[in-house]
């Protein structure tokens, strides 16, 4: 079946340093591919996401490249915020759309 | 516009009582999804459904859970006899449709269940 593996946390980071959180998967056929996040106290929200091999997807100054070849799909930010704290989730959905299918999520804390 | 709401937030029961946890998906939203989130985990997938009926309710983990959707809009998540190991937040989500990852999933605040 289809499975998702981010990075464990936590990740604790100064203010206007670069993330990167890895997120590998395992899927039959051509899923597409998200990052959620989680705010403090809020539900969750999708942040990106990419539908084919090669697509970035970017909002808020995040990006994420469909890596078919590594099976990867890695969140990046060049210059973090205190407001980027947050736990964030990658998914997969199937080809087939339905379910989505999550990894355990990784805390970041970003500190002034 | 409205987004999905969940009712109730927080939800305490007993062992061996029956629990009944109700989702409000955006309107026009065909597709409406259950998910659980145990602590420290992402969502687990439960079951699925495109308009009334369940497209997909291979995550049900038994007999005990169950989910109607008698209209196509509101759903009703039942769990039977809980047990504490059901103790966890009880994700909702709508999109569109369902038949395509395009479509976006609105995900609700959740009920967090727990089960003593």
């Known amino acids: 079946g289809n499975s998702v593996t981010q990075m464990e946390g936590p990740v604790t980071l100064s203010e206007e340093a670069f993330l990167t959180i890895n997120c590998t998967y395992t899927a039959t056929g051509y899923p597409s591919l998200f990052w959620y996040v989680q705010y403090p106290g809020e539900g969750l929200q999708l942040l990106l996401k990419?539908?084919?091999?090669?697509d970035k997807g970017s909002n808020k100054g995040f990006e994420a490249t469909y890596r078919k070849e590594t099976t990867s799909f890695h969140l990046e930010k060049g210059s973090v915020q205190v407001s980027d704290s947050a736990v964030y989730f990658c998914a997969l959905r199937g080809t087939n759309a339905g379910k989505s299918t999550f990894g355990d999520g990784t805390t970041l804390t970003v500190k002034p | 516009g409205a987004g999905v709401s969940q009712t109730p937030s927080n939800k305490v029961t007993e062992k061996g009582k029956y629990v009944e946890l109700r989702c409000d998906p955006i309107s026009g939203h065909t597709a409406l999804y259950w998910y659980r989130q145990s602590l420290g985990q992402g969502p687990e997938f439960l079951i699925y459904?495109?308009?009334?009926?369940?497209?997909?309710d291979s995550g049900l983990p038994n007999d005990r859970f169950f989910a109607v959707r008698p209209e196509g809009s509101v759903s009703t998540l039942k769990i039977q006899r809980t047990e504490r190991g059901d103790s966890a937040v009880y994700l909702c989500?709508?999109?569109?449709?369902?038949?395509?990852?395009?479509?976006?999933?609105?995900f609700g605040p959740g009920t967090r269940l727990t089960v003593l």
């Open positions: 990419a539908t084919k091999a090669d």
């Open positions: 989500a709508s999109s569109l449709n369902g038949g395509s990852s395009y479509n976006e999933q609105f």
């Open positions: 459904f495109q308009g009334t009926g369940a497209a997909d």
